[in-house]
Each structure stands twice: as structure tokens, then as C-alpha cells.
């Protein structure tokens, strides 16, 4: 089945730094990406939807100065936390549609990010 | 809000006996999936629906989805312990991301 992962697997830093996320889709096309946050023991919350080579589009509360995400090639996109703060401590999941299937959405297996 | 929801929220069961957790939505779908995630774990995929199916089985798992009620069930047979995990329900509607509900917590006793 199609694959996507994500680098790192988990990340601790400091409050104040910027912390980037990678998010492939390995053996297939995404035109589209979606950048979903976890808290603990909460549901997987929409951030935001990523299209190569054009702006995301922010859900409603998200703020896209912090939360910077570039879809620059048909299998990557990054998400940048910036100035990271200790509650924007959470579980960070892209998701890949298939530009070639029926639509179908792919998990990577999640950023966990500590923010000290 | 295209959300799903399950319920209940929280399920105990013992070992062998079979687990169904519910959920709803209040808009039309394109598909209905269920999700599996162990604790601070990613995501595991178990089963799609299509909108025009009203069952399907893989395994152990038995999901049948209603329309006209907005709804759809999600049944572990034969529960172990290994199936001790938070299951959510995400509805695609036109080209939209998945959308997921706030997950029922499933406890399985040895």
C-alpha cells in the first residue's frame, strides 16, 4: 500500500526555536497534503490542506505565521513551527491524497514534538 | 460540522467478547472509514465504506454503514487484548479531508 512518512519521528527543543517537520509520500503523487494536530487523548484536528505549489489553506484558529507549511514537490511538504512554545507541545500527523486514485488519504506516523 | 461521532467515548470489555462502538455524521459522504491508533501511536487504517455499500468485513471487523440515518457501526468479534486501543471514524465528503470524530477509547481485558 502507499507510504508516507515523516522525519522526525519525535523532537524536543527549546521554547523559542523553530522545529521543521518533513512529510513524504514515498511511492506515490500528492497534489494535495493534509497537516492534522493531536493533543493527548483528543481527536486528530484538521491544521490545515496543503497543495503543491500553491498557499495552504488554515482552518479556522490556526495561525499560518506560526505554523508555516510548504508543498514544494509533488511527494513533500514541511511544516514549520516557529517561535515554538510549550503549548504547541502535541502529536503532529500529514495525511497525502493520491492524485492518481479515488481520492484516498494516507497517514504518516506522526511528529511528536516537546516544547521545553 | 462534518464531524463524526462516536460512541460511547470509553468501552471495557473482557477478553473474547465483542466490542461495537457507533458513529454519526450529519452530512452526506463520499466514504466513512474507521482508524485504529495505540496510545501516542500514528494511525492505523481498518476499514473504508463507500456510500453506496452497507457492509463490510475484514477479519474480525464487521462495519455497516446506514445513509439514511447518518450512521455507521464498527464491530471487533472475538476481542483481545492487543485490540486495547482509541478507534475513530472519518467521513470524506466531496474532496475534503478526512474529518475525524473524538475516538472511543477501547479497554480489553485479559
Known amino acids: 500500500g502507499a507510504v508516507v512518512s515523516q522525519h522526525p519521528s519525535w523532537v524536543i527543543c527549546k521554547s523559542g526555536t523553530s522545529v521543521k517537520i518533513e512529510c513524504r509520500s514515498l511511492d506515490f503523487q500528492a497534489t494535495t497534503m493534509f497537516w492534522y494536530r493531536q493533543f493527548p487523548k483528543q481527536s486528530l484536528m484538521l491544521m490545515a490542506t496543503s497543495n503543491e505549489g500553491s498557499k495552504a489553506t488554515y482552518e479556522q484558529g490556526v495561525e499560518k505565521d506560526k505554523f508555516l507549511i510548504n508543498h514544494a514537490s509533488l511527494t513533500l511538504s514541511t511544516l514549520t513551527v516557529t517561535s515554538a512554545h510549550p503549548e504547541d507541545s502535541s502529536f503532529y500527523i500529514c495525511s497525502a491524497r493520491d492524485s492518481t486514485g479515488a481520492g484516498e488519504q494516507y497517514f504518516g506516523p506522526g511528529t511528536r514534538l516537546t516544547v521545553t | 460540522s462534518q464531524q463524526g461521532e462516536e460512541d460511547p467515548q470509553a468501552l471495557s470489555i473482557q477478553e473474547g467478547e465483542n466490542a461495537t462502538m457507533n458513529c454519526s455524521y450529519k452530512t452526506s459522504i463520499n466514504n466513512l472509514q474507521w482508524y485504529r491508533q495505540n496510545s501516542g501511536r500514528g494511525l492505523v487504517h481498518l476499514i473504508l465504506?463507500?456510500?453506496?455499500?452497507r457492509e463490510k468485513h475484514s477479519g474480525r471487523l464487521r462495519v455497516t454503514l446506514d445513509t439514511s440515518k447518518k450512521s455507521s457501526s464498527l464491530l471487533i468479534t472475538a476481542s483481545r487484548a492487543a485490540d486495547t486501543a482509541s478507534y475513530f471514524c472519518a467521513i470524506l465528503g466531496g474532496n475534503t479531508p478526512l474529518v475525524f470524530g473524538k475516538g472511543t477509547r477501547l479497554s480489553v481485558i485479559a
Open positions: 465504506i463507500r456510500s453506496n455499500e
